[in-house]
């Protein structure tokens, strides 16, 4: 039976976490429709070692292998990265939780396999300011900007993202996520901790859902994450659905469930599954600009959409400008710095495309993505 490009890139993909050959017809042709999907997913280390596991190592290009190379390069260094902001949080007597990719990739085949843009590190609040001080004087990263529940550094290879809080747009998440550090503890009697078994798999759930519901979709990576912990960790599943019962995010983690099943225990689709599987390969590591406009116009409709990406609300603005919510007589001056952003030449182009994709966009797509995320209780 012929496959679908879809089918053949999960093939690909199983094959590489497996480590065994799969019966699979796939031509060049194939791989170059295959590695437009995994560039966009940040996934192509993956297709590499699972073309190699079902002996095609043929049909790898040079630009494939040297791609791959450049995986195993960026992976050493946020290696050296995180063991140098480690070493100096250490000294000072920081307690910091490594997140996300940091974490996962050890439970991968190959640790470069799990690909990342940046480090994220969990602190406490209140040490902030210090850790602040520490990365610039003590290690080679420079500050770079604030976000609402983080702030952002530099080195000369690797972007860190140093969380404080997981404040996210999606309140019933960001509540559930309100007291992480109660659910972690130190490794080894050392400043660093670890989330219990539970609360990993839960956070990992709670981060992609709050992407899927901002921005449209999510991609290949935070299902293959959610296999690796289920198969090389052990952690108690009622513990987890209760944990994500209490996010609202439990008919999403139910959903990731059912697509490890059919890409990895042979299960077969439903028509929910598929509708879900479709915008994970549909689109980017955190979905697609298409799909983030439609998920914002089930929002907001109309002019109230479009005046939405002008004008902010006190609150957002807070969100995007944390010192408004130390200042908030500083909200209107932010209002009018983030139109210099919005109008600038570029920007301003950037907003016209999006706001002619928004009125292009079917109400009966707004209301089968609609349906999809009530279907997951979203």
Known sequence: MNQSISEKLI???????ELTSKDIEISSEDVSDITSIANRQKILPIIVDGLKNIGRSDLLT?????????????????????????????????????????????????????????IDVLIHKEDLDKATKILETKTGFKYLRSGRHDIHFVNKYVHLELHFSFDYAVKKITRALSNPWDNAVSVNDSFMYS???????????????????????????????????KKHTEFDEDKVKSLCDDA?????????????DVWFNSDIHDNLSQSFEDIVISGGVF?????????????????KYIS????????????????????????????????????????????????KQADSIDKSEVEKYDKLLKAMGL
């Not at 910091?96 to 940091?102: A, D, Q, R, T, V």
């Not at 709050?210 to 990576?221: C, P, V």
């Not at 609202?248 to 490890?260: A, H, P, S, T």
């Open 11 to 17: 093939t690909v993909i199983v094959s590489a976490f």
């Open 62 to 118: 040079e630009k494939m292998l040297k791609d791959y190379a450049k995986a195993v390069y960026d992976h050493t260094q946020r290696e050296v990265s995180l063991k140098e902001i480690a070493d100096a949080f250490e000294k000072e007597s920081i307690a910091y939780i490594p997140l996300k990719g940091s974490v996962l990739r050890d439970y991968y085949p190959q640790p470069w396999m799990r690909t990342s843009s940046d």
């Open 195 to 229: 989330f219990t078994p539970e609360y990993t798999v839960f956070y990992n759930v709670s981060h992609a859902a709050k992407h899927f519901i901002q921005n449209g979709g999510i991609g290949i990576r935070p299902i293959l994450d959610l296999y690796v912990l």
């Open 248 to 260: 609202g995010v439990l008919g999403f983690y139910n959903q990731c469930i059912k697509l490890i």
């Open 287 to 303: 979905g697609s600009k298409h799909l983030k406009i439609v998920s914002n116009k089930r929002r907001d409709s109309g002019k």
């Open 308 to 355: 939405g990406r002008i004008f902010k609300t006190s609150e957002e603005l807070k969100n995007y400008y944390p010192k408004c919510r130390k200042y908030p007589i500083l909200v209107p001056y932010y209002q009018v710095v983030r139109w210099t952003k919005v109008f600038d030449v570029n920007k301003t182009k950037e907003y016209v495309s999006e706001v």
